[in-house]
Each structure stands twice: as structure tokens, then as C-alpha cells.
């Protein structure tokens, strides 16, 4: 769907069939509220809306923004939205504000039910209402006065009923999203407030929210971080309730069992393998708005802590490197637990809420539950100053033994945090599924009356969602249980949360990397059960195009997945599948004759330029589709034409082991692919890359037999692993051999090509530097920068960003250009080696928000990727090139060559 007019139509032709609808945002909730099997209606690119308010103290929002997309726009203004769940670089607005999802810092202030300014929302039959406009609420109250006139009563009767308003406030004094925000009834008087607060956290069984007005909260620059360590959990509660009245921002509750699931991830100390089976930790964030105020509220915490019992180092540290690294961790203990489960078992998250002063006692009855159940693997971690656990374990359903387990425990579960504490069943996921048979047993039977008359207002012919938040089934959480059967080792670990979509070029296209698992895995299921040929088939046939033949196999979605998968890798081995000994032969021959392939892709690129220029683009694009027999559907208006580069190493000085000096490895890519035709700069990359170096005083070495080597790319993309690694390794040698030994630095001009060479090295005396290393490393401390006043674009490739070398290149740009532009919507381009060229398609999809992006007066894009910088220069309308040419655009030498003082070789 994608425009509100779209929704409106829907609802009502579903009404008019009594057809369930269920509305899904990014579906990174695990509580089961956006899964159906009746319609199920998905955002698309139509609701990315954003508009700051005067002096950003509110943000309008519709429901396809991505909580962190809404920050970024917010950051310069220095603020931010008040939730922040750990998904937020995926969760979108419209599952935020309906989950009333809160997160590690904003507690039960700044969830979107307390920074709720308006709202414009869809009711289930279709009719709109815009709280902040006044003419629609008056068309509001003339077609729905009696739904107004009977919020209105709710709202009095429970009012007017002590007993009950009072345990609606006690129980949102802590963090609760079980049932409905019954608190919109007592802290509200006027029908509409109580309507759209209802809303929030209503799961999409009350209507849809198609635009959100949130009041934004501060964003203070000046943070600092500490991981502190305690004897037991006891004692970490004791220091957490302290914390309490502190400057403490968050405090995040990690107990040994989680601790023991990432001990051995990077920036952990090395200490914690040795602490006893009782320990805790507690990660602590203080934030302000100046250096003096952080230095003071530090202060006033160690003051606290002094007071507890510590283990180790309690100092505070304001690195942003460093406590990037601490939060990244505790982010990361749900899916750790789902990275080490046994094949085949569901990775379950479940969160609830006690009374912070009873936290201790409540977290110790909570792991004796584990143990009497048999869950030894389960953690418990939450967001400790607000009373929040998370407690994750791992569950098998193949046999009804398993299921009655999981009962038992969960109803074991359900009366300790009910019965004995008085606390939430559900602080801050969502009701979903999983909870609706509780939701009575934690409010009571008025209560859940309440809502049960609220749902019947909303949606009397119980259409919206059914079956979540009110579920009439006792066992409704032991039912459509989803299975995770083993599919494939490379993608096993994966627990379907969701974070690898944003990253993905052929997401909303055809699949994502989390659909791809899902659809492999209902194969793997197919083939392992038997008796379904025909489903098994038609799966199949629809995976080759949509999973297979669409995946840019980039990479990207490792650096967003908790558990490191990359789906590419799983495409790449079925494309490998597919190749018979035929095509694995010709692999083999390409690699062995990689000098005479160039020299025939040349030949096509000069002819294919001949025919442009003769017949134009358009017949040139008809000749080609029907000589490749469809293989290549379009040809780029921006297709390179051919070059040849020969190598000219600096032979005279190259005894003087004083001069710096670099190995220069010009990648095939750049050695077959010149600038487009109507590229106003001619020069090939190489020869561009060789003026740079030598400008910054570098002697230049290269390779052996240069124009057959090959880093394997195009062969690996093709599934053809041995074939590419072969190549690889032969290039690494060859590399070896040039650079003495190690001696001297790698230069590669083409960022995937250096990734896959630093993936495939072993060699530790090897230093291969990608060219936006060795551009912001070594070249331009020794160039003078007359920095261009013309802006210019910058597209951070998949390799790059994969590299961690987006700052680097980003620096490198800002170096030369006094405006650069990087989109934000705009990830890996889609291009992927030929996928421009045989499936054009994705391409065209991944970079669908780059023209918008574009401003007046530029005239160029850099990047570091030649493929990619053809399908940017067709998008964008303004030419790509390397990010070289910029430099050498900008760049003079800081003294003349023959003036240098001596330098040692690095």
C-alpha cells in the first residue's frame, strides 16, 4: 500500500467481504501481531513523510519512517523522538507508535503515548480523522458522534470509579503494553485525546495510524559510558535502584548468563571468563548537554556506586568508539542467544516488568524457573532502571512433549510476574499473540472488560488484527507455532528479526535477505517432509528469479545482522548448485585466460560504442537484446568504453629504498571499462590513479603479468568459489612478489576488489590498502586541496562501508569539495558486477530515491566502484567516476619532487 486513499479503499472492500485485514511496518516484532492468513497489507515507499516542526519540537511522521531516519533528520537540531527500541535502525514509525514500543532510554516519559502531540488515523470502516485539523473533527462528530459519545462515557465511568482508575495508573507506573492503554480513559477527558491514545499500542486492532505528530525530546551531545560489574544480581539491583534519583539516562542489566554469551566478543574485557557463576553487570549511560555537566553527573553516580559492592573498574568513559562498542553488545545479546540455539529450535524473547524495588528477588525467581523447566541456556538482561527484563530461550516444537513444556513454563511465567509481583506481562514487545490468552489473568475481568468494550467500538464486526491483544482461545500461544527446520550452515543462526532489510537493494522488489532464509527454509522443509512435489516446485520456480537472480549479493546485510549472516553467501552457493561441468569448466578457462577475456570485453565495449554512434542508443540496446537472446535486456546510456592500460613503474629509483613507495594493482574492472562516452573527463582511472601518486611523491611498483590478474570477483559473484579463489590467490602472490615481501604497500583502485583480497589474505606482512585508504591515509597529508565550490555527490559502495572505510572516503571528498552530498536512502546501488547489465531491474529499484537527491548545480558523482558508477551516472543524470579524479582535480604537489627530503619506505 501506499497512500492513505489506498488503505481507506481497502478497509472498505474487506468490510463490504468481512475479510480480516492486518497491517505490517518492518515486522521486526517477534510477538506474532503482523503475521495472517487472510490480507495482509505492507507499507511501501509512499509513507517516508517527515516534517519538522517550528524550532524541531515536534516531528510529523508517517508510518514508513525508520525510527533512526527520523533522528538523523532531528540530530542537527539537537533532538531526537523519545522511543528507542534496539531495532530502531529498522523498526518503522507505524509499528513504534502502535507497539508503543519504548526501548533502553526513554522509559515510560518519552514512549510515543507521552510524546503524542496529534494524529491522523483510518478506522475500520475507511472514515479519517486528523486530531490536529479542526475541520475534520468536526466532520468527525457529525458521522461518528455516538463512537465519541461513548469514549466519553468510558472515560467518566472509569473515572468515577476509584478502585479502577487507580489500578489503571499503578499499572502504567511502570512499563506495560499488555491489553490496551486503558490510562487513555484516566488521563484523558476530551472523546478524541482518549481516541488517539488509545491508538498507541493498539497493535492495528483499532485502526491504522497514517501520519503521527510526536513531540520530540533532547538530544544532548556530550555522553559517557561505563560497564560496571557486581557480585551477584542482587547487588546490581540494589546499585540499580539507587541509580534511580541519579543523572543515569539508562542502566541496562546483564546477568551471568549473558554476560557468558558475548564474553568473547570484541571490546569485552578479557576478565569477565574468569568471574564467578553469580556475577552481574550494569551498563550505565549518563548524558548532558556541556562537558561541565557530564564531568558533574559522573561525578554524582560514582557517589552512588560508592555505596555498592563493585567489581573492577567503575571509571566512565566518553570514547565514542568505545561505548559504540559496549551498546553494540548489549543490542547483540538477543540474537546471541539465537546464534548458538541447536539447529531447528525457535529463538523466543519475551519481556515483563516488576516493581523496581522487588527487581532483585523477581530476577532470582525467574532463573529458578529456568532451571525447574530445563531452559539452561536462557539469559535475562533488560533495562533495569525502569523494572524491564528480557529473558530469551531457545524452544523446540517438533513434539508435543516440547509444547507442553513450553505451557507449563509459560504459565509458570505468567503467575510469578502476575500473582506474586503485580507486574507487566509485557512492558514494552506488544501484547502479539504469545500474550493474548494472558491478558485477563493480569488485568481482571473488569479491566479486561473495558477493553473488550473498546475493541467492539473500534471494530464491531472484529476485522482489524483479530486474534491479537484479545484472544478468546486459551491455548492461542500454543497454536500456529513457526518452525525454523535447518536449511543451510551459512544461514542457520538466522532468527528472522528483520534488522538485514533496510540494507538490502532488492528488498520491496522481490525479497529480502530475511525472505530468502525464510523461502530456503520452506524448501528445506518441503524436501525433508516429502508429499508436496507441487508446492516444493512452484516455490522453487519463483525462488530462481526472486531470491536467486535478484540478490546483489553485496554483503550489506552482515554489518546489520546481529549474528554476522550474509545471505549473499547462500545465493552464491546456489548459484554454484546450478552451474553444471560445463560452465564450471569455462570458469576454469576465463580464470586461466583472464587477459584474453579483457581483451574481448574490450572488443565488445568498442563495438557497442561503434554502434551508438552510428545507429544510436536505442537500436544499439534492440541489437543487443536480441543477439544475447534476452541476457541483456538494456544497455546503459553511460556504458564505458573500452581502455587498455600499460603500466609504467618508476624503474629509476628503484634501488633507493628512501623514496615511498607503493605497489599499484589496477584492477580488470579498470583496466577494460574507460569513462562513458559523454564523460567531460577522458583520462582511464589508472592513469588518474598513477597522476595522484606521483603528485604525492610515491614510486610506483605493479604486479607481474598485470593485465591477467584478477581478484575473482566476477567469478565468485557467478558461484563458481574455486574457480575465483584460484584467481585470487594467484594475484596475492603476484602482489607478494612485487612488494618485496610485504615491504611495500597494495593500492587497489576498486573498493570490491580490495575486499575481497583483504578477505582472502593470509598473509599478515601483506598490507593491502583499498584507494580511499591510501588516498586519506598517505595522499593528501602530502597535496595541497584547492577544494571545489561545485557540489558533488558520493556513493559509499557496499565494499566500502563493509571495509568500515565509509568515514575515510567521506573525509576524502569533504577534503576536496566543499558541499558533499551522500543519500541517505540511497545503500548499495544494485549494480552488482553485470546485474545492471542482465537484470537491470534491481538496479533501477535500488537507486529509485537517488534523482530526488540531487542538487542544483551539480554536475558529477564520485564513488570507487566502476560498475557501480554506470548505473549512478544513468540514475543520477550527472556522470560517476572514481573518487580519484576529484583528488586529482584538486590536488598539487606540496613541494616539487626533486626537493623532497628523504623519506623512509612504509
Not at 58 to 77: D, F, H, K, S, W
Not at 135 to 144: E, Q, T, V, Y
Not at 503 to 530: D, K, N, W, Y
Not at 646 to 653: E, L, S
Request: include cysteine; proline fraction near 6%.
Amino acid at each position: 500500500m501506499e497512500t492513505e486513499d489506498e488503505v481507506v479503499r481497502l478497509l472498505r472492500i474487506t468490510r463490504g467481504h468481512k475479510v480480516p485485514v492486518t497491517f505490517r511496518a518492518a515486522g521486526t516484532s517477534l510477538s506474532g501481531q503482523a503475521v495472517s492468513d487472510s490480507v495482509l497489507v505492507v507499507l511501501g515507499d509512499g509513507w517516508r513523510g517527515c516534517s519538522i516542526g517550528p524550532d524541531a519540537a515536534t516531528v510529523t511522521l508517517q508510518p514508513g519512517v525508520i525510527g533512526a531516519e527520523a533522528n538523523r533528520r532531528l540530530a542537527p537540531l539537537g533532538r531526537k523522538i523519545g522511543p528507542d527500541p534496539a531495532s530502531i535502525a529498522t523498526a518503522r514509525i507505524g509499528g513504534i507508535a502502535a507497539n508503543n514500543a519504548s526501548g533502553m532510554c526513554c522509559g515510560t516519559a518519552q514512549n510515543s503515548y507521552r510524546t503524542l502531540e496529534s494524529m491522523r488515523l483510518v478506522l475500520a470502516d475507511g472514515t479519517v480523522l486528523d486530531s490536529a485539523d479542526l475541520a475534520s473533527r468536526i466532520r468527525f462528530r457529525d458521522s461518528h458522534g455516538a463512537l465519541l459519545d461513548r469514549l466519553a462515557v468510558l472515560g467518566a465511568r472509569t473515572r468515577a470509579d476509584e478502585a479502577l482508575a487507580t489500578r489503571i495508573r499503578d499499572k502504567f507506573r511502570i512499563k506495560n503494553t499488555t491489553g490496551y492503554s486503558l490510562n487513555a480513559l484516566v488521563d484523558y477527558e476530551d472523546p478524541v485525546d482518549i481516541l488517539q491514545h488509545l491508538m498507541i499500542g493498539s497493535e492495528g486492532t483499532l485502526g491504522f495510524i497514517s501520519t503521527i505528530t510526536l513531540r520530540t525530546v533532547p538530544d544532548h551531545p556530550h555522553k559517557a559510558s561505563a560497564l560496571l560489574f557486581f557480585p551477584d544480581i542482587g547487588e546490581a539491583c540494589r546499585a540499580v535502584a539507587l541509580l534511580k534519583a541519579a543523572p543515569v539516562d539508562a542502566a541496562e542489566l546483564m546477568d551471568r548468563a549473558s554476560l557468558r554469551s558475548i564474553q568473547d566478543k570484541p571490546g569485552m574485557p578479557p576478565q569477565i571468563r574468569s568471574f564467578g557463576p553469580e556475577v552481574a553487570a550494569v551498563l550505565v549511560e549518563t548524558r548532558a548537554e556541556n562537558a561541565a555537566a557530564l564531568n558533574a553527573n559522573v561525578a554524582e553516580i560514582a557517589a552512588v556506586l560508592a555505596g555498592c559492592v563493585t567489581i573492577g573498574d567503575t571509571g566512565f568513559t566518553t570514547d565514542a568508539k568505545a561505548c559504540e562498542g559496549f551498546w553494540k553488545i548489549r543490542k547483540g545479546l538477543f540474537p546471541a542467544v539465537g546464534a548458538i540455539r541447536q539447529t531447528g529450535t525457535t529463538v523466543i524473547i519475551e519481556d515483563v516488568a516488576f516493581p523496581l524495588p522487588r527487581l532483585a528477588e523477581a530476577t532470582r525467581e525467574l532463573q529458578a524457573l529456568f532451571e525447574r523447566h530445563g531452559y539452561r541456556e536462557a539469559i535475562i538482561f533488560g533495562h533495569a532502571l525502569e523494572g524491564n527484563l528480557h529473558f530469551v530461550f531457545t524452544q523446540a516444537f517438533d513434539t508435543e512433549a516440547e509444547i507442553d513444556r513450553y505451557r507449563r513454563f509459560m504459565d509458570d511465567v505468567a503467575a510469578l510476574v502476575v500473582s506474586r509481583y503485580d507486574g507487566s506481562l509485557k512492558a514494552e514487545h506488544g501484547t502479539g499473540r504469545n500474550m493474548a490468552p494472558f491478558v485477563e489473568m493480569e488485568w481482571g475481568p473488569q479491566a479486561y472488560g473495558l477493553m473488550k468494550e473498546i475493541k467492539d467500538l473500534f471494530d464491531p464486526e472484529g476485522l482489524l488484527n483479530p486474534g491479537v491483544i484479545l484472544n478468546g482461545d486459551p491455548e492461542a500461544h500454543l497454536k500456529n507455532l513457526k518452525p525454523l527446520p535447518p536449511a543451510d550452515p551459512l544461514v542457520d543462526t538466522c532468527i528472522e528479526c528483520g534488522f538485514c532489510e533496510p540494507t538490502c537493494p532488492s528488498h520491496r522488489f522481490t525479497l529480502s535477505p530475511r525472505q530468502r532464509i525464510v523461502g530456503r527454509r520452506e524448501m528445506a522443509r518441503l524436501e525433508a517432509a516429502g508429499g508436496d512435489a507441487p508446492r516444493l516446485a512452484e516455490i522453487g520456480a519463483a525462488y530462481e528469479y526472486q531470491g536467486i537472480d535478484t540478490c546483489a549479493a553485496c554483503g550489506l546485510c552482515a554489518t546489520a545482522c546481529p549474528v554476522g549472516i550474509e545471505t549473499g553467501l547462500l545465493i552464491k552457493s546456489m548459484r554454484g548448485e546450478r552451474r553444471g561441468a560445463l560452465a564450471r569448466k569455462a570458469g576454469a578457462l576465463v580464470a586461466d585466460h583472464m587477459e584474453g577475456t579483457l581483451g574481448l570485453a574490450r572488443t565488445g565495449l568498442r563495438l557497442a560504442d561503434l554502434a551508438r554512434r552510428t545507429i544510436g542508443h536505442d537500436a544499439t540496446q534492440a541489437a543487443a537484446r536480441l543477439l544475447s537472446g534476452g541476457a541483456l535486456p538494456a544497455l546503459p546510456r553511460n556504458l564505458p568504453t573500452a581502455t587498455t592500460f600499460t603500466p609504467h613503474p618508476d624503474t629509476a629509483a628503484s634501488a633507493a629504498d628512501d623514496v615511498p613507495t607503493v605497489v599499484y594493482a589496477p584492477s580488470c574492472v579498470s583496466r577494460t571499462m574507460g569513462p562513458a562516452a559523454a564523460d567531460p573527463q577522458q583520462r582511464p582511472l589508472p592513469e588518474v590513479v598513477e597522476s595522484v601518486m606521483r603528485k604525492a611523491g610515491f614510486r610506483i611498483l605493479y604486479p607481474e603479468a598485470a593485465d591477467g590478474q584478477c581478484c575473482g570477483m566476477p567469478l565468485e559473484s557467478k558461484g563458481l568459489i574455486e574457480a575465483a579463489d584460484a584467481k585470487a590467490d594467484a594475484m596475492l602472490a603476484a602482489l607478494k612478489k612485487a612488494s618485496r615481501g610485504g615491504r611495500y604497500p597494495v593500492v587497489m583502485d576498486t573498493s570490491p576488489c580490495a575486499l575481497r583480497l583483504k578477505k582472502r589474505l593470509t598473509d599478515a606482512g601483506l598490507r593491502i590498502l583499498d584507494v580511499a585508504e591510501f588516498l586519506s591515509e598517505f595522499a593528501l597529508p602530502r597535496l595541497d586541496i584547492a577544494k571545489s565550490t561545485e557540489p558533488v555527490m558520493l556513493h559509499l559502495t557496499c565494499s566500502t562501508r563493509r571495509m568500515g572505510l565509509d568515514g575515510a572516503l567521506t573525509a576524502v571528498a569533504k577534503a576536496c569539495a566543499e558541499t558533499v552530498v551522500v543519500p541517505p536512502d540511497v545503500g548499495c546501488c544494485g549494480f552488482a558486477g553485470d546485474k545492471g547489465f542482465t537484470t537491470p531491474e534491481l538496479n533501477a529499484h535500488a537507486l529509485r530515491h537517488l534523482p530526488a537527491a540531487v542538487p542544483e548545480g551539480c554536475a558529477s558523482g564520485y564513488s570507487t566502484s566502476r560498475t557501480c558508477e554506470i548505473g549512478l551516472s544513468d540514475k543520477a543524470g550527472v556522470p560517476y567516476r572514481s573518487i580519484t579524479y576529484l583528488v586529482d582535480a584538486c590536488a598539487t604537489a606540496k613541494v616539487e619532487a626533486t626537493a623532497r627530503v628523504a623519506e623512509p619506505a612504509f
